[in-house]
């Protein structure tokens, strides 16, 4: 159950999401996301902190994922690319690019 500002005790299957937010996403769920090997994805940097953009090379087996930044990153710090800009090769080619966080 779900504690909500505005009524306490609600269940799951009563919850959903913004029409807004599942135009932008093709998966909603409340489960996390996976991604394949290629996707560009931003990726939630502890040193920076700031999300960046990266691309995965690999997903383990315990489900985390290896990204072109970082390897072995559990994948609630692993999201959607959300930035609107377009990546050319040139930027795709870097290691990373910080992003503000949205």
Not at 22 to 42: C, K, N, Q, Y
Not at 51 to 71: M, R
């Amino acid at each position: 159950l779900y504690d909500l500002d505005c009524k306490p005790g609600v269940p799951p299957e009563k919850i959903r999401a913004l029409a807004a937010a599942a135009s932008r996403e093709s998966r909603v769920s409340f489960a996390p996301l996976e991604f394949a090997v290629g996707d560009i994805v931003e990726y939630f940097s502890v040193s920076q902190n700031d999300w960046i953009l990266a691309k995965v090379q690999s997903i383990n087996p315990s489900g985390t994922y290896n990204l072109d930044c970082k390897p072995d990153v559990p994948p609630e710090r692993v999201r959607a690319q959300r930035s609107e800009m377009p990546l050319s090769p040139v930027s795709l080619g870097r290691k990373s690019r910080s992003l503000r966080q949205a």
